[in-house]
């Protein structure tokens, strides 16, 4: 018994400029799915204005109502959504969706390597060719010379996962060639180890009061008001209201990837939703009605673990990446940290906001670098841009720090 294959997920558009689409997605169920699709939804640059989701832990039906933009790809979004559903598999000649009988391997990870003439908003406009291909950045190098060439060095997937043909790799260079014009002096792609791309310990780059203030699990609210955070979110936990379920009530401040990031640390806490509603109210504020469960059935009644899964609910709202400034010498730094999943995905297009929000700010990139590390049992995703402020004459340093904070939350 299952559902044919093409209505799994259904795209109705929306007739009129800015009101929202409609999606919908009728699949079977999988504890973190809620975060996969609502992460593909993020990376294509949507806005979600309203969610609704039901299921009875077999089956999952879920509608988002989303913004796109004039250049959204809405076929391959289609596609990529239906991937994150359980697998495809087919009976009497009519395909349907079964569960999944074993996790997907890693995928394989490529360098990168390209050398050209440095300019103004060259990073970026390259991060976009990889976005516009479905390149993943892994880990990234990046450098200067001083006769003005530019060393690149990327660790990239394939969400295609066709990178090791021929064909793919001379589109890859192709696209490159096609921004980068005559400034693109070599180009290269080559297969390497997924462990080049692996996670090292600790951020012992760090001056320890930056690293004690981007890593830390508490929230200090006197400070909320002079450091880059969201408004502090109301969370109710209701254990009343369902026999079977914990209901928990979220009020907070919007901002981009808000769903994702609600949605990750309930996959990471390995709980299951039965029933949800979610709302963006006006620009800036949102409600969440999350009906949820613990993977063995039950209601979450421990104290302790409701406790724990607030305070983590409260931090992730208030500050889902963290961004800092610091010296490195006579330059400025750039710091932005995400945590990432325990299934090892991380936020998607933060790189391409930091590149576009310096880019806007026509603020040179020296070198950068993106890495994981293991900080304190969980592991971030670290991106470390060396700004070229010139001759000093650009924007002071908080106005850089408050416009990449900004991009990054959607409030650009």
């Not at 919908?24 to 969610?51: Q, Y």
């Not at 990239?156 to 400034?183: A, F, N, P």
Request: hydrophobic share 40%; net charge negative; glycine share 6%.
């Amino acid at each position: 018994m299952g559902i044919l294959y093409d209505d799994v997920v259904l795209l109705n558009h929306s007739e009129r400029e800015g009101d929202p689409s409609v999606m919908t997605v009728n699949c079977p169920d999988k504890t973190g799915l809620g975060s996969d699709l609502c992460r593909i939804i993020l990376f294509f640059g949507l806005t979600i204005v309203r969610v609704d989701v039901s299921t009875d832990g077999l089956w999952c039906y879920i509608v988002f109502w989303v913004v796109g933009r004039p250049d959204t790809r809405w076929n391959l979004l289609k596609k990529r959504l239906m991937g994150a559903c359980p697998s495809c598999s087919s009976a009497s000649g009519i395909s349907y969706y079964r569960a999944e009988l074993q996790s997907p391997r890693p995928p394989d990870v490529f360098l990168l390597t390209f050398c050209c003439y440095d300019r103004r908003g060259l990073l970026h406009d390259v991060t976009a060719v990889l976005s516009e291909l479905e390149l993943t950045i892994k880990k990234v190098k990046v450098s200067t010379t001083p006769d003005g060439k530019v060393m690149d060095l990327f660790f990239i997937t394939d969400t295609r996962e066709l990178l090791h043909t021929k064909k793919r790799q001379e589109d890859t260079h192709y696209q490159l060639k096609s921004v980068l014009g005559d400034t693109m002096i070599s180009c290269d792609i080559e297969m390497v180890g997924s462990e080049i791309s692996g996670c090292s310990q600790g951020p012992s780059f760090l001056p320890q009061e930056i690293a004690e203030d981007m890593f830390s699990f508490e929230i200090h609210h006197e400070h909320l008001s002079t450091s880059l955070a969201c408004n502090q979110a109301s969370i109710t936990v209701d254990n009343l209201m369902s026999p079977g379920h914990t209901l928990i009530q979220i009020v907070c401040q919007d901002h981009k990837g808000l769903l994702y990031d609600v949605m990750r640390t309930l996959k990471d806490y390995n709980i299951q939703i039965s029933y949800g509603r979610f709302t963006a109210k006006t620009k800036t504020k949102c409600e969440l009605d999350l009906f949820i469960m613990q993977a063995d059935g039950r209601k979450i009644v421990d104290p302790s673990k409701l406790n724990a899964l607030c305070s983590r609910l409260q931090m992730e709202l208030c500050r889902p990446v963290r961004v800092a400034l610091t010296n490195r010498g006579p330059d400025a730094e750039l710091l932005v940290a995400n945590p990432v999943e325990l299934s090892g995905k991380g936020r998607p297009i933060v790189f391409y906001d930091i590149t576009l929000a310096l880019k806007m700010l026509n603020i040179g990139i020296f070198s950068a670098e993106i890495g994981r590390h293991l900080i304190d049992d969980r592991e971030w995703e670290i991106y470390r841009v060396l700004l070229d402020e010139g001759n000093g004459s650009g924007p002071p340093r908080k106005k850089i720090q408050e416009a990449v904070w900004k991009m990054l939350m959607g409030w650009e």
